[in-house]
């Protein structure tokens, strides 16, 4: 419809103009004619009131000639105009199929679809109890969950994550309009208004593909303007989601080398394991690096024996060893200078420690998430709990067998922000580890911190694919103060369910019992 108005002005224009250069070919020689029979016959007098009036005609028309290459120039751009218009109408055309481009019934039909499968205002007959989709409760300040989160609190300020604040304040405004709206129904005089302030708590649930459901309570401050026996309004809410878009597309290779960095002092036994590991991946996928960066003499002749070995038995020589003899133990110290020997332009990085087992499907885990200068990818490793606090001393089944997703085998390692891939241009960027931190930890959670600081995306996600097995952990008093407390919650953590803990300690308490009496 736009292209065929713009068509048709473009017409219009086009013949006014050609009429008025027609006009313009008959009266200017016509006034040039005029002006010399004038100036033949006419007396000098004449002659100058003619001349005075050609000259007047003279300007006029050198003013018409400027406005017509004015018009000339707005036609041209009309024009330009037109055909990019059209060009858009091709593109617009073959998007025409997507939902998002559907007239206003046709929404309203998708939405009410939407509002009916999740059945808003009536119940569901589901399989058993735990299929019920329990809600969150929130107030104007705090939204009260069930799932914990990283900061393991059962409650949580909604204006300490951006898409709270923008949701919940939201839907509550939404609830005030509706009350506000809908007054003469509610049995609530015109005079009374309602705001944010008569909000008391509501409650939200997501339904998967559907939308989000509120329920939302009020209560007037004042009751002035309202029956006796009327205190409480309720607005059920319901927000659908749109139909799917798809955003962007794109591709990677398979064949991009995956850089393992892995710091490493002592520990050769776990280290022979870590390789048994690392050699199933490259039966697999052989598009990868090892740098192994070693702390201290004791054990460095060990380690290059043991590569050495690994060359000889699978052919793999896409590896080096990174020695630091003479300093004191640092993670952070050591990955920087696993970074900093390799010599390839911006290699994909994928920092990790020897306690971790892995499979060769996490590569292309590592690959998809992880997309210089746009995303890291720090994935939620499974961290296996102490065998000999979950399990009887005669059932404690093997290792691999361990490496099972379940409740009593181990936690999501929440709280862990060690393992992650990412490109070394963003490393560097983002000014790479603090190498004032002594010992482990705490150095991978600041570089995660300046990481969801940036512009760049944090890919956060438990993944299926990486195992932490389980290993006495020792913490140095003389560490800083925070290190040495997130390393005692996460010894802590680590060694069982809290179930598991409480057996344990009710046994131990038991058996004291019994050896008193």
């Known amino acids: 419809m736009v292209s065929k108005r713009l068509l048709v002005r473009f017409i219009s224009v086009v013949i006014i103009v050609a009429l008025f250069l027609i006009m313009l070919d008959v009266s200017v020689p016509y006034l040039r004619r005029v002006a010399e029979e004038q100036k033949i016959a006419g007396s000098w007098g004449n002659q100058l009131k003619w001349s005075e009036k050609f000259e007047q005609s003279d300007k006029i028309i050198r003013s018409l000639h400027h406005q017509i290459q004015d018009l000339e120039s707005a036609l041209e751009t009309k024009k330009s105009q037109l055909i990019k218009i059209e060009e858009q109408k091709e593109e617009i055309s073959t998007e025409e199929s997507n939902p998002l481009y559907m007239d206003g019934d046709k929404v309203l039909h998708f939405l009410h679809e939407q509002i009916s499968k999740a059945r808003v205002l009536k119940g569901q007959r589901l399989r058993n109890e735990y299929s019920v989709n329990e809600f969150r409760m929130f107030d104007r300040t705090f939204v009260y ?78 009751s002035a303007n309202l029956p006796k026996d009327i205190k409480l309004f309720y607005v059920t809410v319901f927000r659908p989601l749109a139909p799917p878009k798809a955003i962007q597309t794109r591709s990677s290779p398979t064949s991009e080398t995956v850089y393992f960095i892995v710091p490493l002092q002592n520990r050769i036994d776990t280290f022979q394991m870590f390789m048994e590991y690392f050699k199933d991946t490259i039966q697999a996928d052989q598009n990868v690096h090892l740098t192994v960066v070693y702390f201290g003499k004791v054990g460095l002749f060990s380690l290059n024996q043991e590569m050495e070995e690994f060359r000889n038995k699978t052919g793999f020589t896409q590896f080096s060893v990174v020695s630091v003899l003479n300093e004191e133990f640092s993670r952070g110290k050591a990955l920087q200078r696993g970074v900093n020997s390799l010599t390839v332009e911006n290699p994909l990085l994928f920092f990790c420690d020897i306690d971790i087992a892995f499979s060769p499907e996490f590569l292309t885990q590592c690959r998809s998430h992880s997309q210089a200068g746009v995303s890291v990818f720090y994935p939620v490793v499974f961290s296996l709990y102490n065998p000999s606090v979950v399990f009887d001393k005669d059932t404690v089944p093997e290792l691999r067998d361990r490496q099972v997703i379940k409740n009593n085998y181990g936690f999501w390692r929440d709280f862990g922000f060690g393992m992650t891939c990412q490109y070394k241009s963003d490393f560097v960027e983002i000014g790479g580890f603090d190498l004032n931190i002594r010992g482990w930890g705490t150095e991978d959670s600041l570089l995660y911190r300046k990481f969801s600081q940036s512009n760049l995306q944090v890919i956060r996600t438990p993944v299926n694919t990486l195992f932490h097995h389980w290993h006495a952990k020792e913490c140095d008093a003389s560490w800083a103060k925070e290190q040495y407390e997130s390393c005692l919650k996460s010894r802590a953590r680590t060694e069982g369910s809290m179930k598991d803990l409480g057996l344990l300690y009710f046994k131990m308490k038991e058996s004291l019992e019994e050896k008193e009496s």
Do not use: C
């Not at 709270?164 to 509550?172: A, K």
């Open 145 to 222: 969950k069930m799932d914990l989160g990283l900061k393991q609190r059962p409650q949580d300020v909604i204006s300490s994550r951006y898409d709270w604040n923008s949701e919940f304040p939201s839907v509550i405004n939404f609830g005030v309009e509706s009350l506000n709206s809908g007054g003469r129904r509610l049995e609530v005089t015109p005079t009374y208004r309602f705001t944010e302030k008569d909000f008391v708590h509501g409650l939200s649930r997501t339904e998967a593909g559907m939308g989000v459901h509120y329920e939302l309570v009020y209560k007037p401050i004042s």
